[in-house]
């Protein structure tokens, strides 16, 4: 069974740098084709992709969002960490990790969101 | 504004079939891109519904199906149920962004 799951701050302050990590189990992140990307959704709004990294460490950001994020795995820990810096009170959603698999090429599954707020 | 462009809402009585569109570009669906549906119920994650265009993972009803034309794509659901009720997102890979899309999601209401 394939499990991903969210951890970081609920709560941040505006300029500081935002570190969530992706703990996964049942895939490995050394498979070839393996990626592992990074979700967002603003509370009532739609979602939107951050960035992903794969089993060869190649990595890709969001082209708005790339000055401000860095993505890192560690396939000895099964974590994918997520970096964004200068947080903004805009920036307050939830944020999803998702394995993107060699068969479908799609975000599944999700892992269950972490709900992150940025306010002084 | 997103992409890929989803109209905000669409209805359904029990039964009938509703069909959900997704229009991109020439940089995206255009392109050639495969296009993925997920299905989102309010308080959870989304789930995967259709990739490659038209394909359901395992579990996924056959009532669910996903084609494709030009810079379009589109989700319908036939035979609608009370429990398909929720918000629907396409998505797809843009070469002008170099990166993944998704649309604006639409809002299923089953009447």
């Known amino acids: 069974q394939i499990t991903l799951k969210e951890s970081g701050p609920t709560l941040v302050k505006p300029t500081q740098t935002l570190t969530l990590t992706c703990t996964f189990s049942?895939?490995?992140?050394?498979?070839?084709?393996?990626?592992v990307g990074w979700i967002r959704q603003p509370p009532g709004k739609a979602l939107e992709w951050l960035a992903l990294i794969y089993w060869n460490d190649d990595k890709r950001y969001s082209p708005s969002l790339k000055s401000r994020l860095t993505i890192t795995k560690d396939t000895s820990k099964n974590q994918v960490v997520l970096t964004m810096t200068n947080m903004d009170p805009v920036d307050t959603g939830t944020y999803y990790c998702?394995?993107?698999?060699?068969?479908?090429?799609?975000?599944?599954?999700w892992g269950q969101g972490t709900l992150v707020t940025v306010s002084s | 504004q997103s992409v890929l462009t989803q109209p905000p809402s669409v209805s359904g009585a029990p039964g009938q079939r509703v069909t959900i569109s997704c229009t991109g570009s020439?940089?995206?669906?255009?392109?050639?891109?495969?296009v993925y549906w997920y299905q989102q119920f309010p308080g959870t994650a989304p789930k995967l519904l259709i990739y490659g265009n038209n394909n359901r993972p395992s579990g996924v009803p056959d009532r669910f199906s996903g084609s494709k034309s030009g810079t379009s794509a589109s989700l319908a659901i036939t035979g609608l149920q009370a429990e398909d009720e929720a918000d629907y997102y396409c998505?797809?890979?843009?070469?002008?962004?170099?990166?993944?899309?998704f649309g604006g999601g639409t809002k299923l209401t089953v009447l």
């Open positions: 998505q797809s890979y843009d070469s002008s962004l170099s990166g993944r899309v």
């Open positions: 998702a394995l993107n698999d060699t068969v479908t090429h799609g975000f599944d599954p």
């Open positions: 049942g895939f490995s992140l050394t498979t070839t084709g393996v990626g």
């Open positions: 020439s940089s995206n669906i255009g392109a050639g891109y495969d």
